[in-house]
């Protein structure tokens, strides 16, 4: 049995296929038909593809770290229930190419939300890509001669989940405002957004600078979308940790 196993794990490396767990296949006390063990080697290669292809839209989704729905304290941040995000995480709206807005100052658990979104979508087996605003800034405005750049913004665009963090936090300048209109405008009906956003709607002509181009943005994006404004002090202050205790 050992050198049939050692031969197994030869031919998958030869094959490039990923390790096989043959352990099921032999107990040490029964063996299994010839039938049956076709279907569970077929089965685990199955099992391995599945995982593979998870880690990399994880790989992909460049997402900053993952965020569960049960370590987000809603006793603390009042302003969304647990039962508003159970049913987003559904993620049917992706289907439907809605967008999700979560609105509100800093450190009150709009990126923890946005994270819990993009990690449900990608368990689902959705593309899934995770930016700044100041980084997909970067990445439009040098996608036509840096190759690094082109390849973000191919992920960007192939995925049907895109989380665009921090927005609002950095005033733009004219040029910028407009790659960031035309990116919305691309997405519109065909990509759902989720937008975390230190500033209210009635706020975005401050760090947009174009009240035509704002207007346009948001008619855009607003369009199918679930608002959240939300509300409170900042988590991150509230339990902050410090050196000397």
């Not at 500033?199 to 009240?211: S, Y």
Request: charged content about 25%; proline content about 3%; some cysteine.
């Amino acid at each position: 049995m050992n050198k049939a196993i050692a031969s197994i794990e030869s031919l998958s490396s030869e094959l490039r296929l990923p390790p096989i767990d043959v352990t099921s296949l032999y107990t040490g006390k029964t063996s299994v038909t010839p039938l049956q063990a076709v279907d569970i080697y077929l089965s685990e290669l199955l099992r391995l593809k599945t995982d593979k292809q998870n880690f990399i839209r994880r790989r992909r989704a460049g997402l900053p770290f993952e965020k569960t729905l049960d370590s987000f304290d809603f006793g603390f941040q009042r302003s969304i229930t647990k039962e508003q995000m159970l049913k987003l995480m559904d993620m049917t709206w992706i289907e439907q190419s809605y967008n999700v807005c979560f609105l509100g100052p800093p450190g009150i658990g709009k990126t923890h939300l946005a994270l819990v979104l993009a990690g449900k979508a990608l368990d689902l087996g959705y593309h899934v890509a995770f930016n700044t605003l100041d980084d997909l800034i970067k990445i439009l405005k040098t996608a036509d001669i840096s190759k690094l750049s082109r390849r973000k913004l191919n992920v960007i665009e192939a995925a049907s989940l895109v989380i665009v963090d921090e927005v609002g936090f950095m005033p733009l300048s004219g040029d910028e405002a407009n790659l960031f209109f035309s990116f919305v405008s691309n997405a519109a009906e065909k990509t759902s957004l989720v937008i975390t956003s230190n500033k209210g709607f009635d706020e975005w002509i401050d760090f947009m600078g174009d009240v035509t181009i704002t207007t346009a943005l948001l008619d855009r994006l607003i369009h199918h979308c679930e608002i959240f404004n939300m509300t409170g002090d900042s988590y991150r202050l509230k339990h902050r940790k410090t050196i000397i205790g």
